[in-house]
């Protein structure tokens, strides 16, 4: 079948009018029936129009896992590590967030975890972790010295032995002298600390969070097997 126009064809526009009006004439059924047959594409045929939407729409955007997104450091991170891990923490105005590990038959001492957001910007990772077991006077340099062998293999968290003298909250007023100072380490007892420190001024997801603190925990409970049973602290 073909539909050659005349010379003379009808306008589309003017057809369909006079069709909704009622006229069935040649003239008209013609114009109709050709721009039917040019509307219409057979299954072979390329495709000639635009997509009714953009290629980028189209595109599968792949799953990301909300805890792989690197986000601003906050202590709300430190709470959901805490809160997977099921531990039991107190939050405190100033001193962060503290967990209590309550003695057991496999320990001889209770340990306590501290974690807080510290700087400036709010942007550096604090994490301490220390022990109620008492270090006497008399085993003070042996003390130092485990603390020492630790942190030349280890690095980090950094192992180090505090005297309540030099944490008190109270100051002394006038400062005591050095001689003074120097006889209250062999007069005070003292207790083992370890202690890890990062700014996270760009920020970190929370899957390397967790790392960190998992790992940081971990190598923790090395030490204080390590000063137990090889050393006797």
């Not at 792989?68 to 202590?75: D, E, H, T, Y």
């Not at 997977?84 to 496999?106: C, N, S, W």
Request: net charge negative.
């Amino acid at each position: 079948m073909s539909f050659d126009s005349p010379t003379h064809s009808l306008p589309l526009e003017e057809a369909l009018r006079r069709h909704e009006a009622g006229d069935r004439s040649h003239e008209v059924l013609r114009a109709l029936n050709r721009a039917a047959w040019e509307a219409f594409h057979a299954p072979w045929e390329p495709q000639t129009s635009e997509p009714t939407m953009p290629e980028e729409q189209l595109q599968i955007q792949p799953f990301q896992d909300p805890n792989l997104v690197v986000r601003p450091f906050s202590q709300e991170m430190i709470q959901a590590w805490m809160d997977q891990a099921e531990f039991k923490y107190f939050q405190h105005p100033i001193r962060g967030l503290l967990v209590d590990f309550r003695m057991t038959l496999k320990s001889d001492r209770a340990v306590t975890l501290r974690v807080w957001v510290s700087g400036r910007n709010k942007d550096i990772f604090v994490m301490n972790i220390s022990s109620d077991r008492r270090i006497p006077p008399e085993d003070f340099l042996r003390a130092l010295r485990l603390c020492n062998d630790w942190n030349q293999e280890y690095r980090w968290p950094r192992a180090m032995v505090e005297q309540d003298y030099r944490t008190t909250d109270q100051k002394e007023e006038p400062p005591p002298a050095p001689e003074e100072v120097e006889s209250r380490e062999f007069t005070h007892s003292a207790r083992f600390c370890l202690d890890f420190q990062v700014c996270l001024s760009e920020g970190i997801h929370q899957a390397a969070l967790n790392t960190i603190l998992d790992d940081a925990m971990a190598t923790s409970w090395d030490f204080w097997k390590l000063a137990r049973d090889k050393w006797g602290l």
